[in-house]
């Protein structure tokens, strides 16, 4: 028979020297994150190509697609694109107006912020962390701490960037809050993830806040992270406990996060806003320039 | 000597490639919390055949590999890889001789302790919550281990591995 570990060292060697590697891991995990950036960016074609047999199915599915089905699904569309555009002949007429309104008032102007449409690659494979892997990466100018959105609302920000490949911390992470207002009466709390998917809880809450079941709460712009009026969740449940300090809320976010697959990158334009302040600051001088004539 | 030639070190390295992507695979919903520790069983089955070849370290690498990838604090399964395998290349002669039913027990045992190590250390490093939910990959890893088992010796014996 071959004379085992003839050569090299012990496997209690080896064992000390992996469990000596690995706390030193542990512990310079902060540290190492540049090297784990770069090694992500290495291994990102494995991501890829882990995704590849979904996305083979996909494809099969697409092209089996059948006449009737896709008929009726460009039925569908039309439709939606009717009611939208009918939607959007109103928004149009309703931001024109608000435009004026916030003209009037001195107030800076909203934006259009610069989008893109990102896939999502993989899922959180980790019951410990909620995220996504969506696929860009630097190389199309994404950053950390990005906000995401999808169709219905806010889906998390960009927590780790590689060349390729980025990842997104949803906001049922229990490590996410978000600063959000409720739309009936401008109310901030923050709503944090509790761990599970459909789940929001808003914590802090005194008693005596008018908050009730239903209520929509968007993004409050605070903080600087998302910008504002993002729809991102909906109050589903309030829990009056007298033993307790404070209410406890629970909200079901608007985003199906269980199901996402298409998200939006959003840049809340740094130049857009700088651009405000500067027509702020320019009707304040106006304002200067009149108040002597008047 | 041309024993101490390593032989069919691609296929290893190939099949270790393999259980990565398995890892990383999306699956439904309703599917993940079972989704077996292919790397893990792979990782298994080699440092049982080959133990002077593929073990404690080749874990770490793995380990600190697939926690790049899944975005986890780094070197948690880099340390619960190297203790489950370090358990695995002790008791690899008893390993073989034994009878399918008691090897299925002792691997899953093993990955109950891989498991617990990575709840663990998450629980130092981040708050985490232990539910049962956790265990679960355990049992459908036991229930491949066998098929796992069966398909890399046919490409040991086929590839003459070494």
């Known amino acids: 028979m071959q004379p085992i570990f003839a050569r090299g060292v012990s496997v209690q060697f080896r064992l000390t020297l992996a469990v000596l590697l690995s706390v030193a891991l542990l512990f310079a995990n902060k540290k190492l994150e540049p090297v784990r950036e770069s090694l992500a960016s290495l291994l990102s074609p494995v991501q890829y190509l882990a995704t590849a047999p979904g996305e083979l199915f996909d494809w099969g599915a697409e092209n089996l697609a059948s006449l009737s089905m896709l008929k009726k699904q460009n039925q569908e569309l039309l439709r939606q694109q009717l009611m939208m555009s009918e939607r959007l002949q109103r928004f149009e007429h309703l931001r024109q107006e608000n435009e004026r309104l916030r003209a009037l008032l001195g107030s800076p102007l909203h934006m259009d912020a610069r989008k893109m449409v990102a896939e999502v690659i993989e899922v959180a494979s980790d019951p410990f962390h909620q995220y996504v892997v969506i696929n860009h990466g630097s190389n199309n100018g994404v950053f950390v701490g990005q906000p995401v959105v999808d169709a219905q609302g806010v889906v998390g920000q960009v927590v780790e960037v590689n060349a390729l490949t980025s990842r997104v911390l949803l906001i049922s992470d229990p490590k996410q809050g978000i600063p959000v207002r409720i739309t009936r009466n401008d109310v901030r709390v923050i709503a944090n993830g509790n761990g599970e998917l459909d789940q929001l809880d808003l914590r802090y809450v005194a008693k005596s806040t008018d908050i009730k079941v239903g209520d929509l709460l968007v993004t409050s712009g605070l903080g600087n992270r998302f910008p504002e009026g993002y729809p991102v969740a909906r109050v589903i449940n309030i829990n009056r406990d007298d033993g307790q300090n404070y209410l406890k809320v629970t909200a079901q976010p608007m985003a199906a996060l269980d199901r996402i697959r298409y998200l939006l990158l959003i840049w809340p334009e740094q130049q857009a806003s700088e651009k405000a302040a500067v027509t702020e600051d320019a009707t304040k001088v106006n304002d200067k320039q009149e108040e002597p004539k008047s | ?162």
């Open chain 2, 1 to 162: 000597m041309t024993m101490d030639h390593a032989h069919g070190r691609l296929i290893v390295w190939f099949s270790l490639l393999v259980g990565l992507l398995f890892e990383l695979m999306p699956v439904p919903d309703i599917v993940l919390p079972f989704r077996p520790d292919w790397l893990l069983l792979i990782l298994i089955y080699w440092s049982m055949a080959l133990p002077h070849r593929y073990n404690i370290l080749t874990a770490f690498v793995m380990g600190t590999l697939l926690d790049v990838l899944l975005g986890a604090h780094l070197g948690i399964r880099s340390l619960a890889y190297s203790l489950a395998i370090y358990l695995i290349v002790l008791n690899f002669q008893r390993l073989r001789t034994y009878s399918f039913l008691q090897q299925t027990v002792l691997v899953g045992i093993v990955l109950c302790i891989y498991h617990l190590i990575v709840f663990w250390l998450q629980f130092l490093l981040e708050h985490a919550t232990f539910s049962a939910e956790l265990l679960w990959p355990t049992v459908s890893s036991m229930i491949l281990w066998r098929w796992v088992f069966w398909v890399l010796r046919r490409i040991r014996r086929r590839y003459k591995v070494r």
